[in-house]
């Protein structure tokens, strides 16, 4: 969604209920989320409910205005899709232990967290695995060749990085795995 400080509204809203029988139990669709002062609350302004019922029906309700119960600030809520990569290694590892503890998939950000790790080693190790090999290839085919032969090496490192973050996120490697 786009978030508006200045208006303390949200666009494109979509809220997802979770219960305990059914993974989705409705979810909310709304042009936008404002906070209204004198209201003292957030309001959801011109929406769509849709709600799930056990039988396979779905209801869907439209709405002008309706008031939400949301305990948390603009700020608060636009905290929660901070991205890996925009925080320090302190804020993240207790991010992480915040989510665990409100027993929500922290998967992700451990997948960052273990990247912000090894991150420093991959130039370390690229280094290692770039050098002799470039000298290899100097003997043989000269100063065009090394530079290419690197990049290929650097584009390769960049593409496994990209698919095990991807795995990672998607729980089909543990976190250590795809940071690593």
């Keep these: 969604p786009l978030v508006s400080p200045e208006e303390n509204a949200m666009y494109g809203v979509h809220l997802y209920y979770l219960g305990n ?46 008031s939400i119960a949301i305990d948390k600030t603009l700020t608060e809520i636009q905290q929660m899709d901070v991205r890996p990569e925009e925080m320090t290694t302190n804020r993240l590892s207790s991010y992480i232990d915040q989510l665990k ?3 929500l998939n922290a998967t992700r950000y451990q997948v960052g967290l273990q990247q912000k790790w090894s991150f420093p080693f991959a130039n370390f190790i690229l280094a290692l695995l770039g050098i002799p090999i470039s000298f290899q290839h100097l003997k043989r085919g000269g100063m065009a060749k090394s530079v290419l032969f690197g990049l290929g090496i650097v584009l390769a490192y960049w593409l496994l990085l990209a698919i ?17």
Excluded at 54 to 66: A, M, P
Excluded at 171 to 177: A, E, G, I, L, N
């Design 21 to 66: 029988e059914m993974p989705l139990t409705h979810e909310i669709e709304a042009e936008s989320l404002r906070y209204e002062s004198p209201v003292g609350g957030w309001v959801l302004i011109n929406g769509v409910r849709i709600q799930y019922q056990k039988d396979g029906t779905i209801l869907r309700s439209s709405f002008s205005r309706e």
């Design 101 to 103: 503890s409100e027993g």
């Design 164 to 180: 095990a973050t991807s795995l990672g996120n998607l729980q089909v490697v543990s976190p250590f795995v795809a940071g690593w």
